[in-house]
């Protein structure tokens, strides 16, 4: 299976990529692009004015790295790839989602919309609010991410809810997907073991190194524009 590059911005410029992401991770295709139609609206390049987080999946420089460090060489990414790079962030976006998904199912606790707040929050904030009273002011919980996302923890002056905001999450994921005319429906949270079972270019076959990935190095060239919710999904975890 190859990730192939991003042709620019929009989601037919970035639906083969993340279709493709999702088959090699195992993921629902639509639920991956969902996220990726909330979080960057199919801009490979985009990043946040709030924060370091960049690209399809928006993933801050730590967390990128963390990804990186953990699953580059599965999937055959160069060390040193950017988050701008649409191939490299749709797998490990992908794969972000995946693990959260696996954490989640330990809890029972597996909507799309439960998905995205792990994406949203981390998987540590996503536990906490699963776990917590459900009419508890959200902000209450988790005052820095609140601080930096009015929008979603505040209706006009007004606090949500721990349910009221998992909603709102949800509703806003739909929306995007639909309003971006992405035409997979977001389906299941399960996961599936995925289709990674091709090496990386110039690697040799090596029984200790299964399941990498033909990686497209290509790159969407262009500048990033403003992310006009500034999230902080997997910056905040308590």
Avoid: C
Wanted: charged residues 15%; aromatic residues 6%; hydrophobic residues 35%.
């Amino acid at each position: 299976g190859q990730v192939p590059a991003s042709k620019g911005n929009g989601w037919l410029n970035n639906k083969e990529t993340i279709l493709a992401a999702a088959r090699i991770v195992g993921v629902d295709p639509g639920l991956l692009a969902g996220m990726a139609a909330q979080e960057s609206a199919f801009q490979p390049t985009i990043r946040s004015k709030n924060s370091s987080a960049t690209g399809l999946f928006q993933f801050i420089k730590s967390t990128w790295e963390e990804q990186m460090s953990k699953y580059a060489s599965k999937f055959g990414i160069p060390a040193g790839t950017p988050p701008t790079n649409a191939a490299a962030n749709a797998l490990l976006g992908a794969q972000f989602i995946k693990d959260n998904l696996t954490e989640l199912a330990r809890i029972g606790k597996t909507t799309p919309g439960d998905a995205y707040l792990a994406h949203f929050l981390g998987i540590g904030g996503a536990k906490k609010f699963l776990a917590a009273n459900q009419n508890t002011s959200a902000a209450s919980l988790n005052p820095k991410a609140a601080k930096a996302n009015q929008s979603i923890f505040y209706n006009g002056g007004r606090a949500r809810s721990v349910a009221e905001v998992r909603q709102h999450l949800t509703q806003l994921m739909y929306n995007k997907h639909k309003q971006l005319g992405v035409d997979v429906p977001i389906g299941g949270t399960g996961v599936t073991q995925g289709s990674s079972n091709q090496l990386a270019p110039g690697q040799k076959p090596d029984s200790a190194k299964t399941g990498n990935v033909v990686f497209n190095m290509g790159q969407q060239a262009g500048e990033g524009v403003r992310n006009a919710i500034g999230k902080v999904h997997n910056k905040v975890t308590g």
